[in-house]
């Protein structure tokens, strides 16, 4: 029997998560579930290759993230002390705050990929490390 006490929610923070916000709430509160959410940040130096990249610049991006985010949890009823930004690799980032958390199901938005860029999506790569349940949410 399915026994969910803790859900992490990861975000991309597209126009899609608001919806799929309800959606996990709705999840939790049959199973008497907490739900953390997370979003990640991409690391600019290791994504994009660039070795000398202004701080400031991820900094900002992780105080934009805050404000979305911030404004997003409030819109569900969500505390914001549940919710963690992160900078780095997004799926070890989920992966790793997974582990953290020991929570017992990952929820994440679906994209819709060619068969290509599947291979190598956010998705598709939590579904086959994580050491929990996965669900993937469709629109």
Same mark, same amino acid.
């Given at each position: 029997m399915? /026994? ?20 996990? /709430? ?7 579930a ?32 805050r404000?979305k985010?911030?404004?997003?949890l409030?819109s ?37 990929? /060619? ?10 790569n ?14």
């Amino acid at each position: 029997m399915l /026994n969910y006490k803790s859900i992490l929610y990861a975000t991309n923070l597209d126009d899609s998560c608001k919806p799929a916000l309800t959606r996990v /709430n709705e999840f939790a509160e049959k199973f008497g579930a907490k739900v953390y959410i997370i979003h990640v940040v991409k690391n600019i130096t290791s994504t994009y290759g660039f070795a000398a990249v202004d701080s400031q610049v991820e900094l900002s991006l992780v105080d934009t993230a805050r404000e979305k985010l911030d404004a997003l949890l409030k819109s569900v009823g969500i505390p914001s002390d549940n919710a963690t930004i992160s900078i780095g690799q997004v799926t070890s980032a989920i992966l790793d705050q997974a582990e953290e958390l020991k929570v017992d199901v990952i929820m994440l938005n679906g994209q819709t990929h /060619n068969i290509f860029a599947r291979m190598l999506s956010t998705e598709d790569n939590i579904v086959n490390e994580a050491k929990c349940d996965v669900i993937v949410l469709r629109d």
